[in-house]
């Protein structure tokens, strides 16, 4: 049997960001690692998703414990981009065992992530937004907008009106100890033009995991639908070695 031909699995669970949805995985999906099943979840209040209550990462964290316990999904994967980079240590930090391994995809620093004060009423300005929210879904984009960003677009448009603010506050709040990861097998990638996860904060976060980075050039952000291809290598590879 070839490797193409293996059955997929395993399982990876990858996990979006902010003002984002299960459609940023969407290359991923078309294009899934061999011998892996990839889900995609929306977190509860993005993409039109019910939530309630207050805003953290430590609710997002709970909810993903408990999507791996319904689907009964022995040591996954997890896959967290941006804010669904911190939602993915989060939950990896308080059992490591659970898990095979840690992808990392301009993620959250370690150390949170703080939001300027004065950025605030622009946060509260978004919901409803049309205009401002393209401009700011469109800046992730650097190398050229994807074909499916309509769809982003309107996905990031549906999300909760707490959660514009609340998601901020959520990652500032936030952070986890290097040591809790326990070692565990680790890939961390970043986009060479990002100006938010920016090539110094994916380099810090290697130098605090003690992991080799991987800077994907000529991308930002969203470089895992800038460059779906280059992203899929780098994620194949570090899967083949788990």
Known sequence: MTPTQRPASRHLIAVHGNF???????????????GWNVHTPDLPGFAGTPHSGEVSIARYADWLTQYVAAHTLERP??????????????????????????????????TGLVTPEAQYPLLEQLPGNAALLNL???????????????????????????????????????????EALAGLPTL?????LDLLITPERVTAQGEALNVPVSLLRGVGH????????????????FLDLL
């Open 136 to 178: 700011s879904l469109e800046a992730l984009f650097p190398s050229g907008k994807p074909d499916n960003f309509g769809q982003l677009l309107q996905d990031a448009a549906r999300m909760a009106p707490a959660l514009y603010v609340g998601n901020a506050r959520a990652l500032a709040a936030w952070s986890v100890a290097p």
């Open 222 to 237: 969203g470089f895992p639908q800038e460059a779906p291809g280059v992203f899929l290598d780098e994620l194949q590879r």
């Open 20 to 34: 984002a949805s299960s459609a940023w995985w969407n290359a991923l999906r078309a294009s899934p690692p061999v």
């Open 77 to 110: 994967v997890l896959l967290g981009h941006s804010l669904g980079g911190a939602v993915v240590l989060e939950a990896v930090s308080r059992a490591p065992e659970a898990y095979a391994g840690l992808v990392l995809a301009a993620s959250a620093p370690l």
């Open 188 to 192: 961390i990638l970043g986009g060479e």
